[in-house]
T-cell receptor
């Protein structure tokens, strides 16, 4: 149980185009999803917190107009990188927290999406 | 605020030797602590977690970690390293409740020498 998928697993796009990454919780409902970014040989940095049915909360320094996050259902959150540039090339990882009342704060991670912008 | 410090960005051990990866945390509230492993170009795999039950936590692949409040530490150990243990390891902390994200350490790359 507690499986999170991401699609696509990797994507190559041209500079200036937009790319959408999907994060799905396959066997549980996720009231909260988190989006992280990881540069090569570095740690994961939180980009934003996404709650179902409400606007995402972005971390300081993350452009909300560039990284659009939508959490329209309890099993799906999407991250859209708009007008992508080479510096947006990175490994994007989502995590999902089950909406368990009284449950401890564990999150389950997706396998990541490798974005390369040419 | 919570934070994690992983001492040593790179640790190298011989196959069969003890693995010790260090993690110290800072938290103003009781923490939950996690160790994750990441293989190249893959996502994170949970090794083990501390959620305020037993202080000695056993995880997958023979790893274990001990929560020491007095030392604010949560070091990861394995008695005998295997070649397949070579990977990046991340320690993470979060609050015990609420929709709070994980805060990760910078990671420690483990190399295993034959």
């Amino acid at each position: 149980g507690a499986v999170v998928s991401q699609h696509p697993s990797w994507v190559i796009c041209k500079s200036g185009t937009s790319v959408k990454i999907e994060c799905r919780s396959l066997d549980f409902q996720a009231t909260t999803m988190f989006w992280y970014r990881q540069f090569p040989k570095q740690s994961l940095m939180l980009m934003a917190t996404s709650n179902e049915g409400s606007k995402a909360t972005y971390e300081q320094g993350v452009e909300k107009d560039k990284f659009l996050i939508n959490h329209a259902s309890l099993t799906l959150s999407t991250l859209t990188v708009t007008s992508a540039h080479p510096e947006d090339s990175s490994f994007y990882i989502c995590s999902a927290r089950p909406g368990l009342a009284g449950g401890y704060n564990e999150q389950f991670f997706g396998p990541g999406t490798r974005l390369t912008v040419l | 605020a919570q934070s994690v410090t992983q001492l040593g960005s790179h640790v190298s051990v011989s196959e069969g030797a003890l693995v010790l990866l260090r993690c110290n945390y800072s938290s103003s509230v009781p923490p939950y602590l996690f160790w994750y492993v990441q293989y190249p170009n893959q996502g994170l795999q949970l090794l083990l977690k501390y959620t305020s039950a037993a202080t000695l936590v056993k995880g997958i692949n023979g790893f274990e970690a001990e929560f020491k409040k007095s030392e604010t530490s949560f070091h990861l150990t394995k008695p005998s390293a295997h070649m397949s243990d070579a990977a990046e390891y991340f320690c993470a902390v979060t609050r015990t409740s609420g929709n709070t994200p994980l805060v990760f350490g910078k990671g420690t790359r483990l190399s295993v020498i034959a």
